[in-house]
């Protein structure tokens, strides 16, 4: 087995590189994993406001309060260049300034030319921005009514609340016939098989197309035909080696996937996500494979793992869903494995529409790329054979 | 001799097979790909209508006018529109009209029996379906209202005087123009071409409030927003109920009080996806670190065969590094260029009408990456190889940071540590474009651009303390 441990000698060399993917990946998915309920609750999309209160009156300060109660309130200074950067990077969904006044001008309104009340930044239409501005005019409705019914300010402003902290019914329902979803596979989970395309085609490029190159170089490769290892013995070693490899570094990721879960997976859909993942695991290996065919040099590898890794996965949806994507970047998508991988995990999760048979179709799709790239390694190494005893022939002639 | 070596300085990294990959193809096909991903993503703006199916079980004109004012209906049922629901449903519309007509409806309502609903829903045709039922006690309401229907005349004047009323504070609000200021409730009614029974359906309308509710497949911004308007509507529908039964409240002031001043904080791109653009070109601009490695590296003896029959020329090495380093700078800017020509020109990537500005940024990105790389090449003793590994990884970590891979990742760190963000040279290139493009003036471009200076400056004085005066004493 000098071979198997050669490869494996290589590998070492590399753990860094593996040890880094798994760890920044951790990083990412564990916050993300964790940041929402299980999807049987009905959770509603927070919106994150920042209400600046130039009036400081207690109308006002009870207005604040009546946002609070349905929304997540953030504090920004009230500083236009900093508004507008949190907004545009969606850290603060909408902000509100209650302007100097507030409280005087719904005592006494001033007829037909009054003054808007609050300023709503805005850098583009959002859900959000036009669900605060429907609450913002809702309140200062109620605030008239019950001021004109002969309420106090302070007590209308608190019934106002009161009637808008009103929330409607809502309920999360499975259709009538259909299969109820998996509680043990939720797409909060899904996340992290999502981006685990990416890490593969990452990895197996840039380490088992390395390892695989750095044994076929030309003087590597002449020492070894001259050896007493039998080419069989050596090509079978190569390949145990790849598969082990495969193995491993699919096991590394389902087992951190555990941690993420908070155990052992559970359930038939944990359970084919799980295979889902194997079996773009021996993709990805393949993908390896046939690059190292070319022999290419480190940097063209690198970048093969990068393009490869980041464009399949920004086209079918592993960092962007595919629900978000438009049906023309879904139509060529199609022809990736990593789309179908993708929509068998959407399928899994509930996110797309899909039962189990939709599934296995996924995984027919994934397992025709496996054979397409079998047979291309085969072709490729064939040919080079030949080439190879045509040279010798030429030579000996 | 300078010119000499800048000449084949920059001829040896145009011809360069990882210049060309790494600068050149890679950027150009990840560029593409961003804009496959994300292109139409936000073209329609942050804002689609949402499909939603409704179910009704007890018809609710109200409601129905109200979801035609927030948006659009269409119907897979038979039913007939009484003509309170046409009159509501013409006086809805016209306040949309007036309010704006060019807006973007908000719904979709479709309306259909529940097997339908629920065939859309699992279909992802709809985004929830509102199934609108008869509220509690709805029995008694509909006794009440028989009882006063077969009361006699005195209730039908009682009926028509609150209807006239009714329709007075409804026009006030909804409608535009109070035009019944003189008018006696026959004339009223007959103006807006509605009936006494209509008006004991109007009365009956604001008295009962049907039950909504909300039934989604899943969470979503799409279904809060639904939600939210379930909301607003059983809020409106209790403020017009007041006003009805309120007597002397001004309807107008309550409803149409302009509350809300828009300001609109940039008129540049708000499409959050043109970070990765961004962040594309400043990942381009810091490659520069490996293009200009082998200028400290191959100016050393004992570090390269090159560096060894360079230190035994005749030519001083100031010159020697100074050409190389020009030479990068030239190939890198012109390698930055083609990419910004790229994302602008043939993507149509809008980075805020000062392009000028952003080849300058970049170009002076690209100065940043040689610089950097001029140092980094000048410590410790490692091979070039392994440099290059090292330059890559440090990039492209800079990169992740900033948001080249996942966007949200540079508003995280500007949450909890926006130092890293202010330090990091790829997010400083990049947010200098982001301020081209969103700020009216320049301010905070020159403010990064003299971050990306300083950066320059000292690293490429630590690269020349680093590689002067090194004596071998044999080569």
Same mark, same amino acid.
């Given at each position: 087995m000098k071979v198997f441990k050669l490869f494996f000698k290589i590998a070492r060399a590399k753990a860094g590189i593996i040890i880094l993917y798994i760890g920044i990946f951790l990083a990412i998915c564990f916050p993300l994993v964790h940041s929402?309920? +299980?999807?049987m609750d009905f959770e509603e999309a927070s919106i994150t406001v920042c209400v600046i209160n130039e009036d400081q009156t207690e109308a006002s300060r009870a207005l604040v309060d009546a946002i609070a109660q349905r929304n997540r309130l953030t504090d920004l200074p009230n500083d236009k260049q900093k508004i507008m950067d949190a907004m545009f990077y969606e850290v603060v969904d909408d902000t509100v300034v209650i302007k100097k006044g507030f409280e005087a001008r719904l005592q006494e309104p001033s007829g037909d030319d009054e003054e808007p009340l609050f300023t709503q930044y805005k850098m583009r239409d959002t859900y959000q921005t036009a669900m605060v501005e429907q609450y913002l005019n809702n309140y200062i409705r109620f605030v008239k009514v019950y001021t004109a019914e002969g309420d106090t300010l302070t007590e209308a402003c608190e019934k106002a609340g009161a009637e808008l902290a009103k929330e409607a019914e809502v309920e999360i329902v499975t259709p009538p016939g259909q299969e109820a979803p998996d509680q043990n596979y939720t797409d909060n989970f899904a996340l992290y098989f999502r981006f685990l395309p990416y890490l593969f085609i990452a990895i197996m490029v840039n380490v088992l197309s390395t390892i695989l190159t750095s044994l076929n170089r030309k003087d590597q490769k002449m020492r070894i035909e001259c050896s007493s290892v039998k080419m069989s013995s050596y090509m079978s070693q190569i390949f145990l080696g790849s598969g082990v490899f495969t193995v491993l570094i699919w096991g590394i990721f389902m087992v951190s996937g555990m941690i993420v879960y908070g155990g052992v997976y559970q359930g038939l859909h944990c359970a084919l996500a799980v295979l889902n993942a194997f079996i773009f695991a021996v993709i990805a290996a393949l993908i390896a494979i046939l690059i190292s065919s070319f022999n290419p040099n480190g940097t063209v590898v690198n970048m093969i793992a990068q393009i490869l890794g980041l464009g399949m996965a920004f086209i079918c949806g592993a960092f962007v869903p595919q629900t978000m994507l438009g049906d023309g970047v879904n139509m060529v998508a199609r022809i990736f494995p990593v789309y179908w991988f993708e929509k068998a995990n959407d399928c899994l999760a509930g996110i797309q529409k899909g039962d189990l048979s939709d599934v296995g179709l996924c995984f027919l799709a994934e397992g025709l790329y496996i054979v397409l790239l079998v047979v291309l390694i085969v072709i490729l190494s064939a040919r080079r054979g030949g080439l190879v005893r045509q040279k010798k022939a030429a030579a000996q002639a | 001799m300078f010119f000499h070596n800048l000449k084949y300085e920059i001829i040896l990294n145009l011809r360069a097979k990882e210049v060309i990959i790494w600068m050149l193809l890679f950027p150009i096909a990840l560029s593409v790909l961003y804009k496959a991903a994300f292109g139409n993503v936000y073209e329609n703006g942050g804002i689609t209508t949402v499909p939603v199916a409704v179910v009704e079980h007890e018809p609710d004109e109200m409601f129905r006018s109200m979801i035609n004012y927030m948006g659009e209906s269409e119907s897979t049922v038979d039913g007939t529109e009484s003509n309170l629901g046409r009159w509501l449903a013409k006086t809805m519309q016209e306040k949309n009209q007036q309010e704006d007509g060019e807006r973007k409806p908000l719904f979709h309502a479709i309306y259909c029996n529940e097997e339908d609903a629920y065939r859309m829903l699992e279909d992802g045709d709809v985004k929830g379906i509102i199934f609108v039922d008869a509220p509690e006690g709805a029995a008694a309401l509909s006794g009440d209202t028989q009882d006063a229907d077969t009361s006699g005349d005195a209730s039908d004047t009682v009926t028509a005087e609150w209807g006239a009323e009714a329709i007075k504070h409804f026009r006030e609000a909804w409608g535009? +123009?109070?035009?019944?200021?003189?008018? +006696?409730a026959e004339e009223i009614l007959s103006g807006e071409g509605l009936t006494l029974q209509d008006m004991t359906s109007f009365q009956d309308m604001l008295d009962k409030k049907s039950s909504l509710t909300l039934k989604i497949k899943s969470n979503g911004m799409e279904q809060s927003s639904i939600k939210r308007f379930l909301e607003m509507y059983s809020a409106l529908t209790g403020i017009t109920a007041h006003l009805a039964d309120g007597g002397d409240t001004d309807s107008s002031s309550v409803m149409d009080a302009a509350v809300i001043a828009d300001e609109k904080l940039t008129e540049g791109n708000t499409d959050p996806f043109v970070t990765y653009m961004y962040n594309m070109i400043a990942m381009v601009a810091l490659f520069g670190m490996t293009v200009a490695l082998h200028v400290a590296l191959f100016s050393e003896a004992n570090l390269s065969d090159y560096g060894a029959r360079r230190s035994c020329s005749s030519t001083p090495k100031l010159t020697t590094i100074m050409a190389g380093l020009c030479g990068c700078f030239l190939s890198q800017i012109l390698c930055v260029a083609v990419c910004i020509t790229f994302q602008a020109?043939?993507?149509?990537? +809008?980075?805020?009408?000062?392009l000028p500005f952003v080849y300058l940024g970049g170009a002076l990105g690209a100065v940043m990456g040689v610089s950097m790389g001029f140092f980094v090449g000048a410590i410790g003793r490692l091979k070039y190889e392994a440099k290059i590994g090292i330059s890559m990884a440090v990039v492209m970590g800079l990169s992740f940071m900033s948001g080249l891979m996942f966007s949200g990742i540079k508003a995280s760190i500007e949450m909890s540590a926006p130092i890293i963000n202010d330090l990091n040279p790829v997010a400083i290139v990049a947010d200098s474009f982001y301020y081209l493009s969103v700020d009216p003036d320049l301010t905070r471009y020159w403010g990064k651009m003299v971050c990306v200076l300083l950066y320059t400056v000292v690293f490429i004085l630590l690269g020349f303390l680093l590689t002067r005066r090194r004596k071998y004493e044999s080569l």
């Open positions: 929402s309920k +299980d999807k | 535009g +123009d109070a035009v019944y200021e003189n008018a +006696d020109f043939v993507l149509k990537v +809008d980075f805020g009408g000062r």
